[in-house]
């Protein structure tokens, strides 16, 4: 599974982006579907999930704020970012598992960088 992350940039706060990360390759039985990012010095965290049958999760800091989606006709999903905060600024990495084998893999796409200012 190959993932191409793309959308971040640079915005003031309170705008909005999109990203968006488009999958090829073996895409049939993607579980679930991520993103995740990393702000400078941080470690990295999760900010939304997508899995299976349609649940979804976010972390605290972006609950209400951010919303993930999924096009399972075009393997793409989405990361609608709105009332975006200068601690929102990070590098933000989409990510997909599936099990091959009995065995859950990840593979991750190139991140994408946005930035936030106040």
């Known amino acids: 599974v190959q993932l191409q992350a793309s959308g971040g940039g640079l915005v003031q706060a309170g705008e909005s982006l999109r990203l968006s990360c488009a999958a090829s390759?073996?895409?049939?039985?993607?579980?679930?579907t991520a993103w995740y990012r990393q702000a400078p010095g941080k470690q990295r965290e999760l900010v939304a999930v997508?899995?299976?049958?349609?649940?979804?999760s976010y972390a605290a800091s972006v609950k209400g704020r951010f919303t993930i989606s999924r096009d399972n006709v075009d393997n793409t999903w989405y990361l609608q970012m709105n009332s975006l905060k200068p601690e929102d600024t990070g590098v933000y990495s989409c990510n997909a598992n599936k099990y091959i084998s009995g065995k859950l893999h990840d593979f991750w796409g190139r991140g994408t960088l946005v930035t936030v200012s106040s």
């Open positions: 390759g073996s895409v049939f039985g993607i579980n679930a």
């Open positions: 997508f899995v299976r049958g349609g649940a979804t």
